[in-house]
């Protein structure tokens, strides 16, 4: 097993450590300090999983003879992290077309994207992939983690989420957008509607079983056409038709199957607003469409300044990776700095960091940016879970992800050493119970860090 | 009536609306009740004007407009302040940047009636040049460029939150029937590239592109909205897919419309569009925006009952272009809004296009020069306004009920220099100049009934502007500089400069030990606020012409002091450094006395006469030298040599340094050779060089110190031009080696020197490393004492390399230096001459022989003197002689002196015994002084003797604010002195300042 590994991980110059992967059905993690994030902090504990999940953590645990041992004495065990949203890896992060709520980031994603390498290294081991916000509505994302050779290997859940933008597109004004944004919910309806009607008049048809109108009964049929709309009115006000009720999944076309999901409850909503004004739009369409309690507003740096009205709303953030807002007064042309992890924290919101690898170094990483947040003045444990915890329950995953707790998905990190200092490696990964990431082994980043004994070549 | 308010209250008004009062700072607590009180408070419904009225608000809310503040309330005095409603604008493209289109990919029909202004206003970005404007409610209008261009919104420019600012959502909808919407967008903007799901497709025009073509496409529009709804009755498989526009289109019938029309023409047409289309049934409200030409259709417009929106244009700050004349060109006239009001069509006044919104209260203001009476002009901008945009229930009046939305001005809405102070929205303050107006001159007005300059000129019922510490403008009406306050100080109120006690030795004891010389100078006052400074400021004494007691035969300085400086600059208490020389030829030796004098201004004009030569010779030479080429550079070792000559000019000075040295310590000196073994290694004088010194090389230098056992304070005085002395304290010493800090050219440097056998090795470092190394020997051994207030007076000449060939300079002589200035007539002589022959054999030197400005000290026996005084008119001061009698006869010198054409002054010749100085003078007014004469005599008078009267003595542009507010007449024994200002600051009451 182990020369297996070892050929793939020779073979990852070209790509990542191959999909191909199997679990070992034991795997113990010993005498390390584990953070589980949602309980306690152990030291000199094992961890041991079976089957990808966790079985047991604990100090004095016996590891079983027959498990693979990875030996993390005097490092740090912490859950893997959970980058809350992204749109890298993909083709392309967003359409031309404004409204495309039918597409899947399924068919933009890239598993050879050097992304997902990196993000591995990086410890994200949870990530949601989804449109970007140049959008109205965009589209559903994805829950992956950054292994293996498919798009189908890598999910971790299939809908992931729908983008939607709450802030303008480039060139197009505040209020044509949120029009088009409001226009394309209410004419979604609209299209439900007909549906709906169309279903339950077959059904009716069906049951009365009834022929087919005789093409000279014309007084018959006017009779009909004057009664039809009536009844209908008079059924509309007596029960009106909910076609979110009446429908399923399968009597609608492809295109429309995700807004449904949306306004049916089953899809999370990832809704973009770049600036603090976009926030309050951004709670009236999740509102009037129903979906307030499954969104998670992705917001840039200005948005703080709505912290009131979002905590009002019960809203959770996933914060821009550069969180720091800038803002210069008109008057006294003094700089402004605002650390928005700073203001969520002590406003309560729960709120998750972001991180990009196309941005600035400290950027990429979830662990600097936890420690950028520390350092702003949020506490550890806060920072902590808002790489974690937090997000896996923006993403619908707070059960299985996020923490370790014996039963949930074996998926973990060893740190050299604190999550939040300085010096701070990824050591170890393991995802769903698989060691897919070990420094030692990692070739590429011994390259350019000259630690590697054939010299660096 | 303009009010007329006491002191205090103006300046609880200037404190509180600076922010500074405790009372006017804190923020409203839910249920509290706050009475906001004011001079007078514009109510914009009825009735419309409150005087001395208090403004009742409890939480955001108007609880009453009274005469009198109900029980419990918190009090905030605004003082000579006037409240009016907050200004509303009922028309702005604040929403949708310039005005443009809205741009949607998806729909650029000619109708966006689904486009929401709301959706476009940021409630986060800053309001606060509109607010700065007194402006609290605003109309969003959507895009312009269609036909309908969506809904408006009215919004508040601050708030509490989002919901709070929001007055109406969809307030109505915007139909353009103006030249702007004939030009629509293309019905289809192809996205790049073309998809499957959106075909490219032809662009079609789109009506209207022509004036008719408005009234076909709404009637266009309409229909097919008719038939959309039916379209949408039928069963679902038919059913055509929701159309947002004509949604908005079929709830028209319920919405409130504002129709824009800008042209008669326009105008017409869209009372035309208004009878087809949207006739007020159903209590929809209809108004017309725009109506520039409204003049010209003024019976329709009346028939037609719609109110208007009246855009006015104003040129205020820019210049309009050239007359074009074109057709179509739109004709502003100044006289619409006052025609609309005959007509009694309801309106609103908005800017138009090209005028900035801020503007709003000063279009007003101009709508009056067409005949529009001041009432309606600011209803115009508030109530009126409010119920065109059907929220006058809630804002644009101040009445019970309605929410506090209201503007703090300095003075009535429409008055010259009116100005915004602050803003106020549910009763919370939105924003104010003190806090947040842009950054302006510390400046303000004084008001008074009479305003006396100190040189003859009396302004009745006049203003006075002080900026930044100085006399800006005097008059009977000045400017009224952004931000400045008004003190009216009242009618009977007299204004003067602050006065002057001509000769005093103020900051020097009266038994001062040292003799001070002509060559030394004020450095800087060693008290901050000696004793009694505060009492002879507040007594009305601004400026002091102090010298030291002691007399020098070569003239003792004489300097023009003011008795209190700021904390932060102490050098503005010197006016003036030197502005005379005192000499006294009284007594025994008045013949030794005269003849010193007689040779020292000889000796003086010698040398002013060798200097005024050598200037001219050397401009000649370097008008001729520069005719010519340069000279070849210099080689670089005798430039060497030349910075060599250059340095015994600065041990010119050093024996002149050591004199003076001397001079300070004679005594000491004697008893200080036979001096028994002191413990004190460290005070005394130290003479060394400091090499190294970063910029300058090696540095030779004495140093002074003065070591109390714990704590060493001193001076070191660098032997070279241009270095200043530097002063230093707090420095350690503990039998070794000294410690201390000081600042040197404005770095601080960290000496630490050992001390062993009268030598001092010691390094100084800067911040940057840099080190120098000092070594020096202690001369003198007796424990100076620190003059720190003194330094040797030498013209601090920059260390210039002499140029060949070029006239040969006089020798510096720092003793005579200031009679360089005393024949340039910069420099009075100042004599002590009691009798009869004294005063006149001084007259005939000073003023015969050398022309030279002369002040004659308490000439006693002037009556004796008289010839000699009238024909060439010395000044005299005074000080016993003010009443008197003399062979049964009553002699009022300064009246006799003054009625005589002579200059006369007072002084007290004591530290603060010019405090007495107004008692004094009024002695003499009321023996006959004119009180004109009287108030020259403290204050433009003296000033002219020492030639300082560019900085103090009258109320004039450019000279100090030394101002004293009086009650009545200055000299009226029974007349208060108010207020002093020092250099534009109010000296604080005694009391006060224990507070």
Known sequence: MSKKLLTFSLLSLVAPQAGAFQAPEKLAITGAKVITVSGETYEKANVLLENGRIQAIGKDLEVPWDAKVIDASGKVVMPGLVLAQTNEGLDRPNENVPVTPFISVLDALNPVDAFFEDSLREGHATILVIPGNETVIGGTGRVVKPFGLTVESMTVRVDGGMKISASPRRGVSAMAHVAELRKAFVEFRDELEVAAEKKLAGAKSEKKAEAPKAAGEKADDKKADEKKPADKKAEEKAAPVDPLKVLEWKDLSARQRALFEVLNGRMPVFLWCERAMDVAHA???????????????????????????????????????????????PLTGKERETSLPKVFASKGIPFALNATSRGALLERSLLLRGASAVAAGVEPATALRAITLEPARMLGLGDSHGSLEVGKAGTLLVLSGDPFRTGTWVEEVVIDGAHLYSRAKDDRLQRLTGDSKDGGR | MRSRLRLTRAWIAALALAGLAVAGARAATPGELIAYRAAAIHTGGVPELLENAYLVVRDGKIVDIAAQAPAGARIIDLGAAVIVPGLVAADSSISSPDGEIPNAAGDLRTAGADLRAIDGFDFFASREELLAAGITTVYVAPGRGRLIGGRGAVVKLAGASRDARILRAESDLYVNVSAEALNPPGIFDPPVPPTADDPLLPEEAQAPRSTPGISLALRRLIAEAQS??????????????????????????????????????????????????????????????????????????????????????????????????????????????????????????VPSRETRLDQLRQLAALAQAGGLSEARALQSITSSAAHILGVGERVGSLSSGRDADFAVLSAAPFALGSQVLATYVDGERAWTRADRGPKVADAFVLRAGRILDGRGTTFVDAELLVVDGRIAEVGARVARPVGCRVIDYGPNATLTPGFIDARSRFGFAENEGGTFGPEDEVVKLRELRPPGAYELALSGVTTLISSPPKASPKGTPMFAVKPLSSESAQDDAVVRELVGLRFDVKGENRQRALESLASLLKRGKAYHEAWTQYEAAYAKWKTESAAQPPAPAAAPAPEKAEEKKAAPKAEEKKPEEKKADEKKDEGKKEDGDDAKAKPDLLSGTWEGVAEKVPGYGTVPFSMTIEYDGSEARGIIRPQVALLAPILFEKGRFDGKTLTVSFQFENIHIDLSAEIANEEMKGVAKGPSGNEALLTAKRTERPEARVRSVYRPRAEVKTAEVEEKGAPKKPKLEPELECFRRAYRGELAIAVEAERRDEIEAVIRLVRVEHQLGLVLLEPREYGFAREAIEAHRPDVLLHRLIVGTADGELRVPSAELARAGVRIGFQSASSTGGRTLREVVAWAVQHGLSPQDALAAVSSWPADMYHVGDRVGSLRRGCDADILVFAGEPFALGTELRTVYLRGRQVEKVEKRWQ
Request: hydrophobic share 45%; with cysteine; glycine share 8%.
């Open chain 2, 228 to 349: 959309y709804r039916a379209a949408r009755q039928k069963p679902a498989a038919e059913r055509p897919p929701y159309d947002a526009t004509l949604e908005a289109v079929l709830a028209l019938g319920a919405t409130d419309v504002r129709l824009v029309g800008r042209s008669a023409a326009e105008i017409a047409r869209a009372i035309a569009v208004q009878r087809e289309f949207f006739g007020s049934e159903s209590g929809r409200r209809v108004a017309l925006s725009g109506a520039v030409e409204s003049a010209q259709m003024l019976e329709r417009l009346a028939s037609a009952g719609l109110p208007v929106i009246l855009e006015v244009e104003s040129y205020l700050g820019r210049f309009a272009g050239d007359l074009q004349d074109r057709p179509g060109e739109l004709r502003h006239d100044a006289r619409s809004a006052a025609r609309l009001d005959e007509k009694g069509i309801r309106f609103a006044l």
């Open chain 1, 283 to 329: 709670i009236e369409i999740a509102k009037s469409q129903g979906f307030l309690s499954r969104t998670t507003l992705v917001i840039g740096t200005e948005c703080w300044k709505a912290a009131d009205e979002i905590k009002a709303a019960g809203l959770s953030v996933i914060l821009p990776s550069d969180f720091v807002h800038r803002e210069v007064d």
